[in-house]
């Protein structure tokens, strides 16, 4: 469209889409499960002269609801919510109380991700990662603004390590991996958690590679099971008919 209604356009780009600001320190944890990311968030926030001004994003409202539970319970400093759940006076007040700083953690889902512009916030804490890989620049845009330096963390379980690889290739850099701490809390993962992320890695692998068979494929028919089955419901049924017989 620029070449046709324009004569001898250029482009001017300051930086490449998608590029972090350079004040931004980011960093990531490997963590196992998502109990162990609550320990591992309520660990952090314990260093209020560090972690002033905070925002968390999490992907879920339900996972969010979570989240603020717990550390509304364990963690100093007031604390507010906000996902599309909530009504526009509760977001309105929520984020106006933050930019005010009469609210030191921020809980949300991506909804606050782009349009939120406030000061000083010291971190930003990715609990989930986005789905959608370019969110990831938005939500850590939210800190290191105005000149301020600023700290993205990010908390990483075995079935969102691909979605981080594709976030490093995004921002065109590798983010550095941080040990957990020594005195962390470590939760082993429960069953049902375990196969989500199990099927989760099944199914990314499957978009790369459409012949591959992960441990969810399809059951392998189990030759003569379909004639037993059928005798079986042939012996209900004449068993049902006897008893109607019988009433008669």
């Known amino acids: 469209m620029s070449h046709e209604f324009l004569d001898f356009p250029e482009r001017v780009e300051v930086a490449p889409s998608a590029t972090p600001a350079e004040l931004i320190s980011q960093v990531y944890y490997k963590v196992p499960n998502f109990q162990t990311k609550l320990n591992l968030i309520n660990h952090l926030l314990r260093d209020e002269e560090i972690f002033t001004r905070v925002i968390v994003f999490v ?16 963690s100093e400093g007031e604390k507010r919510i906000m996902h599309s759940n909530k009504g526009q006076s509760t ?20 909804i606050s991700s782009r349009g939120i512009d406030v000061e000083m916030i010291s971190h930003v804490i990715n ?3 986005p789905n959608n890989h370019e969110d990831y620049v938005h939500r850590i845009g ?5 000149n301020n330096i600023g700290t993205a963390i990010t908390l990483v379980n ?9 976030i490093e290739e995004l921002i065109r850099m590798k983010i550095p991996e941080l040990e957990l701490p020594a005195d ?8 049902e958690e ?17 012949t591959f068979k992960g441990a969810f494929h399809e059951k392998k028919k189990i030759p003569g099971l379909a004639k037993k089955k059928e005798k079986r419901n042939l012996t209900k049924d004449k068993a049902k008919q006897n008893q109607f017989r019988k009433k008669r």
């Open 194 to 210: 375990n196969l989500v992320q199990l099927r989760e890695i099944d199914r990314q692998k499957r978009i790369a590679d459409p």
């Open 127 to 129: 609990f989930d990662l």
């Open 59 to 74: 992907g879920t409202k339900e996972n969010a609801e979570q989240v603020f539970k717990i550390i509304k319970r364990r």
């Open 91 to 110: 977001r309105l007040n929520a984020i106006n109380a933050f930019k005010s700083g009469i609210v030191r953690i921020l809980i949300t889902t991506d």
């Open 184 to 191: 962390l809390d470590m939760i082993a993962t429960k069953r």
């Open 142 to 146: 939210r800190t290191a603004r105005a």
């Open 158 to 166: 075995p079935a969102e390590e691909h979605n981080l690889h594709k």
